[in-house]
């Protein structure tokens, strides 16, 4: 079980930077590839970032590829997304999630939602343009 608490999201304006963070509580974080995923009002929730086991392999979309990054610290069970010269297209909710099931594959992540087994609560950003 691994339960994801998502912090650090607010309001900006365009062309700042934001760091969020999911701490995770549980047994499972040092087995799961993690993720980044958000959702902007009316749309589908979108791939945003991900990160192997092994913090050795990550993938971006092309929307946030430079930009944005991931990075994890095993020793506080915190996954962070560094979140550079954002614009009005980041606007959304953004939620951590935790991959455990594919522990065996250490340097993997999953750009797909539905590889993924517990979700955080999310956290909103907001850019001022």
């Known amino acids: 079980q691994v339960t994801l608490v998502e912090s650090g999201g607010g309001s900006v304006q365009a062309g700042d930077s934001l760091t969020l963070s999911c701490e995770a509580s549980g047994d499972a974080f040092l087995r799961s590839a993690m993720g980044w995923f958000r959702q902007a009002p009316g749309k589908e929730r979108e791939f945003v970032a991900c990160l192997s086991r092994s913090d050795v392999v990550a993938h971006y979309p092309d929307s946030v590829k430079g930009r944005f990054l991931i990075s994890r610290d095993n020793s506080k069970s915190t996954v962070y997304l560094i979140m550079n010269n954002l614009s009005a297209d980041d606007i959304a909710v953004y939620y951590c999630?935790?991959?455990?099931?594919?522990?065996?594959?250490?340097?993997?992540?999953?750009?797909?939602?539905?590889?993924?087994?517990?979700w955080g609560q999310g956290t909103q950003v907001i850019v001022s343009t």
């Open positions: 999630a935790a991959s455990p099931r594919h522990s065996f594959h250490q340097n993997e992540c999953y750009v797909k939602g539905t590889d993924y087994d517990y």
